[in-house]
């Protein structure tokens, strides 16, 4: 994967995937078995060189774990603020992009439009990643895929439940599904369904790989048997306009008590936040024993680390 960009899951194999989510569980594994006493060699391939960030939108997780990742495996890192980048305003997005390629060795980029990620890739050099984009969330998904994975195991006999807005992490779990193999059911109010062109790129990768996709309005029979019930905001960054609306239809989606009921007794919640307490989850089970929300934020670091990596130096060596 040297050199290449990631734009959403779907580019890539499923070995592809697979080879990313096992960097990242020998990076994690490396990370958590160092002691202060006796640290582990530092891995620092990345050293002397530079990861652009650029931000559209707010982010902690986002900001933090790419910034964090980086200098962890000894690279730096510029990062580039709506407020002095003014992609598109001060500067054309093209000319941004032929711009960093002359000093910097990747760029993240965490954007309103999907299409603003694609006119990088076509201008720039340097690989291109997908930090949020209203098309797909690529790498909120390795690392939600890399959770699932630590607490449920292979994913092939299990069923992963999504109710909520059916906006750029519902399209990047079926993408993941499509790719992977696992069942995915999606439960959206009417009108909030993943786009048809997801869906209709979803079903011809799920032919290939076997997947079970199912889509449908009721929020009961998405979670039913479940094994992972995801969510999140019903009302993402830029939509704010329609939030009126939106609040009026989400509540039955609501991810609380009685919904859980009807999982399997032992499934996990997750959210890749941030959360709207009250809204798309209840504190008592965002809070309880179910839920897995702050794991999957750390595997934020660990997934990231794997596909800087795998973009910059073609991956971790076999021997390491």
Avoid at 177 to 187: N, Q, R
Avoid at 201 to 206: E, I, N, T, V
Wanted: glycine share 6%; aromatic share 6%; proline share 5%.
């Amino acid at each position: 994967m040297k050199g290449r960009d990631l734009l959403t899951l779907a580019d890539l194999s499923a070995s592809e995937i697979h080879r990313i989510l096992a960097t990242a569980k020998t990076l994690k594994s490396a990370k958590n078995t160092q002691s202060n006493s006796a640290p582990a060699a530092e891995y620092r391939p990345l050293t002397g060189q530079t990861l652009a960030m650029i931000f559209e939108k707010p982010s902690l997780r986002t900001r933090a774990t790419f910034a964090i990742g980086m200098q962890q495996l000894g690279g730096q890192v510029v990062d580039l603020a709506a407020e002095h980048l003014q992609m598109g305003v001060r500067e054309t997005v093209p000319d941004v992009a032929r711009n960093l390629e002359r000093w910097v060795d990747v760029i993240m980029a965490r954007v309103f439009e999907h299409a603003t990620l694609e006119t990088l890739a076509e201008h720039a050099s340097i690989p291109i990643i997908n930090g949020l984009s209203d098309y797909t969330h690529p790498c909120q998904i390795l690392a939600d895929l890399l959770t699932m994975q630590e607490h449920k195991g292979d994913l092939s006999a299990r069923k992963i439940a999504y109710v909520g807005d059916g906006y750029n992490v519902a399209n990047s779990l079926l993408f993941g599904a499509g790719k992977l193999g696992y069942h995915l059911a999606v439960g959206c109010p009417a009108g909030y369904l993943p786009p048809d062109d997801i869906v209709a790129r979803a079903y011809g990768l799920a032919k290939e790989s076997g997947a079970t996709l199912e889509l449908c309005t009721d929020p009961i029979a998405t979670v039913q048997d479940a094994d992972v019930i995801y969510t999140d905001s019903w009302v993402s960054m830029g939509l704010e306009a329609e939030a009126a609306e939106r609040e009026r239809a989400f509540p039955p989606y609501q991810v609380n008590s009685d919904l859980l009921r009807h999982a399997q007794l032992d499934a996990i919640v997750m959210h890749c936040l941030p959360a709207h307490r009250g809204m798309e989850i209840t504190d008592e089970v965002m809070d309880g024993p179910q839920s897995v929300v702050f794991d999957q934020a750390e595997n934020r670091l660990h997934a990231q680390k794997a596909v800087l990596l795998e973009l910059l130096v073609g991956g971790m060596p076999a021997s390491h």
